[in-house]
T-cell receptor, first 113, second 116 residues
C-alpha cells in the first residue's frame, strides 16, 4: 500500500518568514495530494491540493509543488503569521482501490511573533 | 463545501461497554465513508472503508469484530467500539467523498472517546 513520509516533524519560524514542509510517497498510482491544517481537537481542514497532472499550484500565501518523477511534493507558506501555527499533514491517494487518503506523520509549525 | 457531521463529539465510557459513533453526510450522498483514528500527537490512521450496502473493508491490524461498521444508507455510517478498553481511547474521525465532486474528502468534526 501507500506510504507517505513527512519532514520535518516540527518547524519554528519567525513571523514573516517562509515555511516549507516536504513529503514523499511510494505508490506511483497516487494522483491526488492534499494538504491539511489541523488545530488541536479539531478536524483537518483542507488548505490546498494538487493533482498529478499539475506541477505547481498557488493560493495566496500557500503553494504546493509536485515532482511526480521523484515522488516528492512540498508545501510552501510565505509571509507566515502566528495564526498559521498548527499541525500540517500531507496526504496521498490514488483513484483506484479503496481511494482512501494516506497521511504523512504531520509537521507542527510554530510561528513566533 | 459539503458538510459531514459526527455524533457524539465527546464520550466517556467504562471499560467493557460499547460505544456507537455516527457519521452523516448532510448535503450529499456518500457511497463510501472512511473511519480514521488519531492518537495524541500522531497522524490520522485509516481504520476501515465503509461501503453503503456492503461489508466494510478493514485495514490490517484493525479487528473487525471489535470495531463494527454499518453503512445502511447513503448518508449515514456508524462505528461501534465494542467492549471498549482504555487503549481504545482516541480521537475518531470519519470522512466522506462526494461522488459528484472531483477529489475532495470532507471530514467530520471527530469524536473524542475516553474509556475509563
Amino acid at each position: 500500500g501507500e506510504n507517505v513520509e513527512q519532514h520535518p516533524s516540527t518547524l519554528s519560524v519567525q513571523e514573516g518568514d517562509s515555511a516549507v514542509i516536504k513529503c514523499t510517497y511510494s505508490d506511483s498510482a497516487s494522483n491526488y495530494f492534499p494538504w491539511y491544517k489541523q488545530e488541536l481537537g479539531k478536524r483537518p481542514q483542507l488548505i490546498i491540493d494538487i493533482r498529478s497532472n499539475v506541477g505547481e499550484k498557488k493560493d495566496q500565501r500557500i503553494a504546493v509543488t509536485l515532482n511526480k518523477t521523484a515522488k516528492h511534493f512540498s508545501l510552501h507558506i510565505t509571509e507566515t503569521q502566528p495564526e498559521d501555527s498548527a499541525v500540517y499533514f500531507c496526504a496521498a491517494r490514488s483513484d483506484t482501490g479503496r481511494r482512501a487518503l494516506t497521511f504523512g506523520s504531520g509537521t507542527r509549525l510554530q510561528v513566533q511573533p | 463545501g459539503a458538510v459531514v457531521s459526527q455524533h457524539p463529539s465527546r464520550v466517556i465510557c467504562k471499560s467493557g461497554t460499547s460505544v456507537k459513533i455516527e457519521c452523516r453526510s448532510l448535503d450529499f450522498q456518500a457511497t463510501t465513508m472512511f473511519w480514521y483514528r488519531q492518537f495524541p500527537k500522531q497522524s490520522l490512521m485509516l481504520m476501515a472503508t465503509s461501503n453503503e450496502g456492503s461489508k466494510a473493508t478493514y485495514e490490517q491490524g484493525v479487528e473487525k469484530d471489535k470495531f463494527l461498521i454499518n453503512h445502511a444508507s447513503l448518508t449515514l455510517s456508524t462505528l461501534t467500539v465494542t467492549s471498549a478498553h482504555p487503549e481504545d481511547s482516541s480521537f475518531y474521525i470519519c470522512s466522506a467523498r462526494d461522488p459528484g465532486g472531483i477529489s475532495q474528502q470532507y471530514f467530520g468534526p471527530g469524536t473524542r472517546l475516553t474509556v475509563t
